[in-house]
Nanobody, 113 residues
Framework: VQLVESGGGSVQPGGSLRLSCAAS????????MGWYRQAPGKQRELVAG???????NYADSVKDRFTISRDNAKNTLYLQMNSLKPENTAVYYC????????WGQGTQVTVSS
């Protein structure tokens, strides 16, 4: 399984970004998917997750600002991030199958004025 993230970049506070994660293989729809992030000097943490059935969960700090979604026909996971804050600066990782599953290489998100 290969997971390839895209869509990261630099944005001012209050701005938006949409991350994408393209997954290889034919079993994408059978696995839970998630977005994690790791800021400098901090542990990797779950940002948002989506089950194979489409149920979602979010870290409290991003609720009502971030939206996770999946397109099983395109084997792609998304994270729409709105009202970004400087504390959202981190490397964002796509994950398939939980922490013991597969990881992407990460994409940098920087929120700064």
């Amino acid at each position: 399984v290969q997971l390839v993230e895209s869509g990261g970049g630099s944005v001012q506070p209050g701005g938006s970004l949409r991350l994408s994660c393209a997954a290889s293989g034919s079993r994408f729809l059978f696995f839970p998917m998630g977005w994690y992030r790791q800021a400098p000097g901090k542990q990797r943490e779950l940002v948002a997750g989506v089950t194979k059935g489409g149920e979602t969960n979010y870290a409290d700090s991003v609720k009502d600002r971030f939206t996770i979604s999946r397109d099983n026909a395109k084997n792609t996971l998304y994270l729409q991030m709105n009202s970004l804050k400087p504390e959202n600066t981190a490397v964002y990782y796509c994950n398939q199958g939980g922490t013991r599953g597969f990881w992407g290489q990460g994409t940098q998100v920087t929120v700064s004025s």
